[in-house]
T-cell receptor, first 113, second 111 residues
Framework: DAGVIQSPRHEVTEMGQEVTLRCKPI?????LFWYRQTMMRGLELLIY????????DSGMPEDRFSAKMPNASFSTLKIQPSEPRDSAVYFC???????????FGDGTRLSIL | GQQVMQIPQYQHVQEGEDFTTYCNSS?????IQWYKQRPGGHPVFLIQ?????EVKKQKRLTFQFGEAKKNSSLHITATQTTDVGTYFC???????????FGTGTQLKVEL
């Protein structure tokens, strides 16, 4: 079975540019999570969706960040405009049942110059 | 909000030595999950503990949930180089719908 698929794997761009990260969850999983990982702050939850509906976006750092899940098989995390402090690894994870394990994608390594 | 602390932050061991990481919560937990992240990789689910005092084993790994359900530990017997990585505990928050990850323990194993 295919796991959680994220793209791109790496992104290097200049500050001020728009960045769009993509995620395809595991088929049949009802919840989708976006995380950011840095050395300083560890693994932080940005936002999560249940059945394509955003439930909790309290972790989204600023209005520059937005996330959508137009259908059960696709989600995007957008940063506009990007800043150097947004450089991090961004993970997407999906989960089949409430309280169950989360399955992570390989992540997108984002560098904002 | 709920905090989940792990100690130690780093651990260097010689291959064959044992390793333990501890996870502590400020509140009573309904359950706790453990994940492993290899260098350059992504977190991978290892196990979930639910019952007070529960102990589960996976080969050389032993997981324990405290009696008060506020702490947990992961013990690795006779470490191998394949054990290298960061081990995270994660506790449910937000009514159990999301996870708060611990700070992680980075394990390095030297030959």
């Amino acid at each position: 079975d295919a796991g959680v698929i994220q793209s791109p794997r790496h992104e290097v761009t200049e500050m001020g540019q728009e960045v769009t990260l993509r995620c395809k969850p595991i088929s049949g999983h009802n919840s989708l999570f976006w995380y950011r990982q840095t050395m300083m702050r560890g693994l932080e939850l940005l936002i999560y969706f249940n059945n394509n509906v955003p439930i909790d976006d309290s972790g989204m750092p600023e209005d520059r960040f937005s996330a959508k899940m137009p259908n059960a098989s696709f989600s995007t995390l957008k940063i506009q405009p990007s800043e150097p402090r947004d450089s991090a690894v961004y993970f997407c994870a999906s989960r089949e049942n409430p309280g169950g394990p989360q399955h992570f994608g390989d992540g997108t390594r984002l560098s904002i110059l | 909000g709920q905090q989940v602390m792990q100690i130690p932050q780093y651990q260097h061991v010689q291959e064959g030595e044992d390793f333990t990481t501890y996870c502590n919560s400020s509140t009573t937990l309904s359950n706790i999950q453990w994940y492993k992240q290899r260098p350059g990789g992504h977190p991978v689910f290892l196990i979930q503990l639910v019952k007070s005092g529960e102990v589960k084993k996976q080969k050389r790994l032993t997981f324990q949930f405290g009696e008060a359900k506020k702490n947990s530990s992961l013990h690795i017997t006779a470490t191998q180089t394949t054990d290298v990585g960061t081990y995270f505990c994660a506790a449910p928050t937000g009514g159990g719908n999301k996870l708060t990850f611990g700070t992680g323990t980075q394990l390095k194993v030297e030959l």
